[in-house]
């Protein structure tokens, strides 16, 4: 027994050094890839602490409660024939709303311009309704940026009733 412990301390002589090298670079190599995680894990925190700053606000809804009413009569070869449209706008700032009711009368008046130079046959398609509504959210928010210092703008513009007859 004397003689494998001699065996062993002489093998651990020898090869201590390179056991002792191998433990301080795994150590060494531990340690950093903690710090890297460290720098990670709360670089992460902040991007996390930036998304939640930037959380949309919930949809805030105006009426606009006058409907506008348009006559086709140039384009319907002496029949009567009309379009009302009654919408909402959505924004998700009650400074934008606050906007738009100061600056009804303007909007209105660009709507009704807007709807008397549609053609009646154009909107009876799909694509010519979406085509108004965005014209409509362009015409709105077009006013805005002009008339009023308010930093944001409409998101929508919605039809709540669109008759055509």
Request: aromatic share 8%; hydrophobic share 40%; with cysteine.
């Amino acid at each position: 027994m004397a003689e494998e412990r001699e065996d062993i301390e002489i093998t651990e002589g020898k090869g201590g050094k390179k056991k002792l090298l191998i433990i301080i670079i795994a150590a060494l190599v531990l340690i950093g890839g903690g710090v890297a995680a460290f720098l990670l894990m709360s670089g992460g925190d902040e991007q996390a602490e930036e998304e939640k700053v930037e959380v949309k606000q919930p949809p805030i809804y105006y009426a606009i409660e006058e409907p506008f009413i348009v006559n086709f009569s140039e384009q319907s070869k002496g029949e009567v024939k009309y379009m009302q449209i009654k919408l909402k706008v959505k924004a998700r700032s009650q400074d934008v709303i606050d906007a738009v009711t100061l600056n009804l009368p303007a909007i209105q008046h660009e709507l009704n311009m807007l709807f008397f130079s549609q053609n009646y046959d154009e909107l009876q398609t799909v694509e010519g309704t979406k085509a108004l509504q965005q014209a409509c959210l362009n015409t709105i928010n077009e006013i805005l940026k002009n008339e009023s210092s308010v930093d944001g703008q409409l998101e929508a513009v919605y039809f709540t009733s669109f008759i055509m007859q």
